[in-house]
């Protein structure tokens, strides 16, 4: 591998494609840095990221990958759950904790719940 660095270094990145692609059984692609990927046009044609909301703003999120087989894909929703916000419901679906222990955990009460 050193040899292969050392030629690398010598050449851009689109040299190092153009004489490798095509005339070695090796695939070969560019590094790319996160913020480089998500600007590439594939990504936009795929419908890849979708805009979300959140308690910060608004930012992008990625969509699946691969649908569920025999379910049509549908847009993620286009706000996003704040930090906390579900922690009662799902300790009281999830947990053997009782009322006063949620409460006493996370300083609130499930909604319609007393204490």
Request: proline fraction near 3%.
């Amino acid at each position: 591998m050193d040899g292969v660095e050392a030629w690398s270094r010598t050449l851009t990145t689109a040299e190092c494609l153009a004489a490798l692609n095509g005339r070695t059984a090796f695939p070969a692609s560019a590094y790319r840095t996160v913020a480089e990927a998500l600007r590439d046009p594939q990504i936009a044609h795929r419908g890849a990221l979708a805009e979300v909301e959140d308690g910060g703003g608004t930012l992008q999120g990625a969509e699946p990958a691969v649908p569920h087989v025999g379910r049509q894909v549908s847009r993620r929703e286009s706000a996003m759950a704040t930090l906390g916000e579900h922690t009662v419901a799902l300790l009281r679906r999830r947990s053997a904790c009782r009322k006063h222990e949620i409460a006493a955990f996370t300083g609130k009460i499930a909604d319609g719940e007393r204490r």
